[in-house]
């Protein structure tokens, strides 16, 4: 049986894309933290799983991945969507940022530690919510936004890292036929989890207003994957597709630059390994 795995699956766009791929006849895991939204997902039957996870640990995403081999020997979509948006900069227990860690590192986290099970499926894909190229520079010399944070900002940043992580992986990953999808939605009306300033949950409160509704991202999405009987749409370069509103976004190399996508690979792997000292 072909099977989804989709963090941030128990809501918004990953709930409803979890949803799509039960319809489609596969079995779909959605991660979450809300055991009470996960059991609303179960209900829709047994090909409906949920396991509880707080990825913005290091840990839990390390322990998720092995589980996650350890279910499924192949592994056909992997949906990287969870978020939380927090206006004050709040470190997790592992010392890393938070929206860094959550929005970023466990995304890193799972995209090469599942590259087992994802390598031996026939038409596997990875979709991760990045910047699909909008974003500004990455900020080389505070990655987790020490100074200057605002938490929109952190949003931003972290999509742009999240483009990073789909160039480099594209290319280390380049003969197991993995798919990286970077997809921008754009603004839709969602949970919008997270905790707000009154500044910014007036802004959030503006944009339940003007977004899109769910569906409509979803179908923006969709084509784009290929895996539920919709085709692909528009040519992947080298495995990784950038769309931005069901648009394909052109890969610029200024952009798409794998020099910085290696930089940010080795990076990311030296505080993986100082945050596994600290915490020895
Ligand atoms: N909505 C938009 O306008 C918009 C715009 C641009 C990009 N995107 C991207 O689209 C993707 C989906 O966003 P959305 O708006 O649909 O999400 P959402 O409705 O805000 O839901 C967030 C999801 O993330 C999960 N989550 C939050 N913190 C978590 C944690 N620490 N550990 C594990 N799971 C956690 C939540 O699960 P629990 O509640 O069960 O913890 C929930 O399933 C995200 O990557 C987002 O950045 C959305």
């Known amino acids: ?20 791929y039960l319809r489609h006849g596969f ?20 090909r409906a799983r949920f396991v509880s996870a707080d990825l913005s640990s290091v840990a839990e995403n390390r322990r998720l991945a092995e589980h996650i081999a350890g279910q499924y020997p192949s592994l056909d979509v992997l949906v990287l969507g969870a978020r939380y948006h927090r206006s004050n900069r709040v470190l997790t227990a592992d010392g890393f940022e938070s929206s860094f860690a959550l929005f970023y590192l466990s995304r890193f986290l799972l995209s090469h530690g599942l590259v ?6 026939e038409k596997p894909v990875v979709l991760n919510f990045g910047g699909a190229g909008q ?36 290319d280390t990953y ?8 970077l997809n921008h939605p754009g603004v839709v009306v969602t949970s919008f ?16 207003i003007t977004g899109k509704p769910v569906a409509t991202a ?9 895996a539920t009987g919709e085709g692909q749409n528009g040519e992947a ?33 030296d505080l993986l390994a100082q945050a596994d000292r600290r915490l020895a």
Request: hydrophobic residues 40%; proline residues 4%.
């Open 174 to 181: 380049a003969d197991t036929g993995i798919r990286y999808v």
């Open 27 to 46: 079995e779909v895991l959605v991660i979450g933290r809300d055991e009470r939204k996960g059991r609303a997902f179960t209900d829709a039957g047994e």
């Open 135 to 170: 974003t500004g520079p990455v900020r080389w010399d505070d990655l987790q936004l020490e100074h200057g944070y605002h938490g929109v900002r952190a949003m931003g940043h972290a999509g742009r890292l999240n483009d990073l992580l789909g160039v480099d992986f594209a």
């Open 237 to 269: 370069q080298g495995g990784l597709t950038a769309v931005l509103e069901g648009h394909r976004v052109p890969l610029e190399p200024g952009v798409w630059n794998l020099g910085e996508a290696r930089r940010l690979r080795d990076l990311t792997r």
């Open 218 to 226: 979803v179908a923006q999405i969709l084509p784009f994957l290929g």
């Open 193 to 208: 989890a997270g905790e707000y300033d009154p500044v910014t949950a007036e802004q959030v409160d503006h944009l339940r």
């Open 116 to 121: 087992g099970p994802l390598g031996r499926a």
């Open 1 to 20: 049986m072909a099977t989804a795995v989709i963090t941030g699956g128990t809501d918004g766009i990953g709930r409803a894309l979890a949803d799509e």
